[in-house]
């Protein structure tokens, strides 16, 4: 299916086709829709600078993340860099920031450049995407979502098991009040901690949670804690959806005269480098990044067996483990309230 047939069936010119590839705003409303279902439909992939391309793109692998933002995705980035320029191979990295349609469009732009392979770590997917890797027929690795075919390979991280873990932690500490922070609520690899959370909550007697919801960021960290003044809600450990967050939360919660771990533990996930460096250092759940680098490059470039996963006609599974990191953010749970009120008088009972 070439260009002019894109363009026939979706009764423009090729120019306006073009045009929509390129992402220019000219063309906008039901005539931009009706091309992008057009270019769906015939499972076009734009073959961008192709004579230039044509030699090296055997070389080139690329990358999409959710948020090189967040130190994590900045953290599977460069190992797969590191790995790729040994092996003489160039990287191509996209930041979609969560959105389901920038991926859609990313992974539409990474193809039409004929990369050797293609990893997808993000949150974000949908059945249209997925077809569309499907369909792809070259190596792809995906971490954070699901999505099962032949070309396909699986890097699944045992999140409820590090949930569970850290739990088991705050409850043997005494924390039977718990707030849980998250971002992007609707998104599946937040949907599976805030899922592992509540499970581990549920497992327990004489438990109390709630959730916050704001966004991926130190500022979103810093909301929450407003959030919960505000609530009335007075949790003795809040356990974040991962460390960048986490360290928000920390700032607000100093700003507001609150001590951690005396007065409140807060927890990470993820165990990025400032895990350690923040003051007081964060009790968090490693996840082996360089271990997902390593097999995501490997399984796009050779796809040798390895001996911790398995493969089927639905695609192949690695699994990575983790494991949970006590630092100096968790303690004994208080025995007052935990918060202040908003005012900033403490609360006790």
Do not use: W
């Amino acid at each position: 299916m070439n260009l002019h047939d894109v363009a026939r069936k979706a009764g423009v010119s090729i120019a306006t086709v073009s045009r929509v590839i390129n992402g220019q705003d000219v063309v906008k409303g039901t005539t931009r829709k009706r091309v992008l279902k057009a270019l769906e439909e015939s499972n076009y992939h734009p073959n961008i600078n192709a004579r230039a391309l044509s030699v090296r793109n055997h070389r080139v692998i690329a990358l999409i993340v959710s948020n090189l933002a967040n130190p994590y995705f900045v953290d599977v980035y460069r190992g797969v860099e590191d790995a790729a320029h040994r092996e003489g191979y160039e990287v191509l990295v996209a930041d979609t920031d969560y959105s389901p349609e920038r991926l859609a469009k990313q992974v539409q732009l990474m193809l039409g450049r004929r990369v050797a392979g293609l990893g997808v770590v993000v949150s974000e997917m949908d059945e249209r995407v997925s077809q569309v890797l499907v369909r792809s027929k070259i190596p792809v690795v995906v971490s954070g979502v699901e999505a099962h075919a032949p070309n396909i390979t699986s890097l699944r991280v045992n999140c409820a098991k590090g949930m569970q873990r850290l739990l088991d932690h705050l409850r043997s500490l005494g924390h039977r009040k718990m707030a849980f922070v998250d971002h992007h609520a609707s998104l599946e690899s937040i949907t599976e901690r805030r899922k592992a959370f509540l499970e581990g909550m549920g497992k327990f007697s004489s438990v109390e949670s709630r959730t916050f919801t704001e966004s991926d960021s130190l500022e979103g960290g810093r909301q929450v804690v407003r959030d919960l003044l505000s609530s009335g809600f007075e949790p003795t450990a809040v356990v974040c959806i991962n460390d960048r967050m986490a360290i928000g939360v920390l700032k607000a919660l100093r700003e507001n005269g609150m001590r951690v771990p005396e007065d409140i533990s807060v927890t990470g996930f993820d165990n990025t480098i400032y895990a350690e460096y923040v003051s007081p250092a964060l009790t968090t759940v490693h996840i082996d990044r360089a271990k997902i680098a390593f097999h995501l490059f490997e399984n796009l470039i050779r796809r040798k067996p390895v001996p911790d996963g398995h493969a089927s006609p639905a695609g192949r599974e690695i699994f990575i483990d983790t494991q949970l990191v006590v630092r100096e953010s968790t303690g004994t749970a208080c025995s007052r309230g935990a918060l202040p009120a908003p005012e900033g008088a403490l609360r006790h009972r």
